[in-house]
Structure formats: structure tokens, C-alpha cells
């Protein structure tokens, strides 16, 4: 079946501006997370979705991030007011059930902030 | 919060040669991961370990787990120019509801 798709791939915004980067993750899967990728800082956890429960935020930068999930399927990471350190790749993953589960990984959203 | 080192940051190998990959846990680990990135990409699940001397293989590829030590290798044998890449661990917090910490990766190229 199909893996974790992620749009757009490239994401070329102005400072200030918002955005939304939209994940699917594989069909089935409970468990969504978020990661953020940029040279300085490696790949750090933004945000966890566990089936219904609500979203483990620990991660979130800033309250200029937030993140839902509909239905339990698709998520959408919105970045309000974009700054340039927001600028990284940022990727989706999904698991079966939970953290215990491989995390498969999509191909990830190149977010340009200039 | 937990942290990951890993070593080398980078290592560059002749093809054929068999080569090394370390991951310490500054905290006890509950699982974990390996993926592999190719530059550009997004990343490939290889292994994960949650025992403690556990061992898993995959073609050419051994992973370990050190519970006592806090620590994982992993281990490439006979190398070839597809094993190159970003190679990074993943580990697992208690409960697991914070998503995986990240090590910073190895750079490995090999070199024909």
C-alpha cells in the first residue's frame, strides 16, 4: 500500500505569513507525529497524535505552531506568522498503534521562510 | 530530556570494508531506533531494539542493544556504495507519548 505522503514538498514563504503543510499518513495507522529537520538543531519531536486522545504538544516550538488531525486520518502543522528560523524540513510519520511501533516516515515539506 | 550521541559524525570507508556506528543514551532506553536518510529524503526505517542484548540483522546490517550501557551499534559488513548516507538512531521515551529523541546522525561514504 501506499506510504506517508506529505504537501507540498517545497514551500517557499515570506516572513510573516502563515502556512499549513498537510500529512496522510498510512491507512490504519493510530499514531501520527511530527518532527522538524534543519542543519542546527538535527530532527526534533514536534507533536504526537494517538488515535482520539488528545495531542501530546510538548514539542511545539512556539505557540505560532499548532497541529490538528481530522478524523483520526489526515494532519495538518500550521505555522503562524512564519520567521525565518522556522525555515526546515519538517516530517510527518505513522505507526500502527504507538511509540513501541516503527514510525515510517514520509518524504517530508522543505519550508523556505525569506 | 534525554539526548542522543552518536559517533562518528562522519566516516567516509573504502567499499568492502566493515564499519561501526555508536549511539549513547544520556537516560535508560525503552526502545531503540535505527533509519537511515539519504540526502534530500525523507527517512527509512532499518531496525528497532527494545531488549536488552537484543541483536537484529538485515541483510548486511547488525544492530545491538547495551541496556546497561545505554547504548546501540550499529554494524556494516562488507560495505557498498548503497549503504551511504545519514544514519541516525531514534529512542523512545518512558510511555512513549513524546515522540522519539534524535541523535544528530553519521555521515557515512563509502568510497569505491
Known amino acids: 500500500g501506499a506510504g506517508v505522503s506529505q504537501s507540498p514538498s517545497n514551500k517557499v514563504t515570506e516572513k510573516g505569513k502563515d502556512v499549513e503543510l498537510r500529512c496522510d499518513p498510512i491507512s490504519g495507522h493510530t499514531a501520527l507525529y511530527w518532527y522538524r529537520q534543519s542543519l542546527g538543531q538535527g530532527l526534533e519531536f514536534l507533536i504526537y497524535?494517538?488515535?482520539?486522545?488528545?495531542?501530546?504538544k510538548s514539542g511545539l516550538p512556539s505557540d505560532r505552531f499548532s497541529a490538528e488531525r481530522t478524523g483520526g486520518s489526515v494532519s495538518t502543522l500550521t505555522i503562524q506568522r512564519t520567521q525565518q528560523e522556522d525555515s526546515a524540513v519538517y516530517l510527518c510519520a505513522s505507526s500502527s498503534r504507538g511509540w513501541s511501533y516503527e514510525q515510517y516516515f514520509g518524504p517530508g515539506t522543505r519550508l523556505t521562510v525569506t | 530530556s534525554q539526548e542522543l550521541e552518536q559517533s562518528p559524525q562522519s566516516l567516509i570507508v573504502q567499499e568492502g570494508k566493515n564499519l561501526t556506528i555508536n549511539c549513547t543514551s544520556s537516560k535508560t532506553l525503552y526502545g531503540l531506533y535505527w533509519y537511515k536518510q539519504k540526502y534530500g529524503e525523507g527517512l527509512i526505517f532499518l531496525m528497532m531494539?527494545?531488549?536488552?542484548?537484543e541483536e537484529k540483522s538485515h541483510e548486511k546490517i547488525t544492530a545491538k542493544l547495551d541496556e546497561k550501557k545505554q547504548q546501540s551499534s550499529l554494524h556494516i559488513t562488507a560495505s557498498q556504495p548503497s549503504h551511504a548516507g545519514i544514519y541516525l538512531c531514534?529512542?523512545?521515551?518512558?510511555?512513549?507519548?513524546?515522540?522519539?529523541?534524535f541523535g544528530k546522525g553519521t555521515h557515512l561514504i563509502i568510497q569505491p
Open positions: 531514534g529512542a523512545a521515551g518512558r510511555g512513549g507519548a513524546d515522540g522519539l529523541t
Open positions: 497524535f494517538q488515535g482520539n486522545s488528545a495531542p501530546d
Open positions: 531494539l527494545q531488549k536488552g542484548g
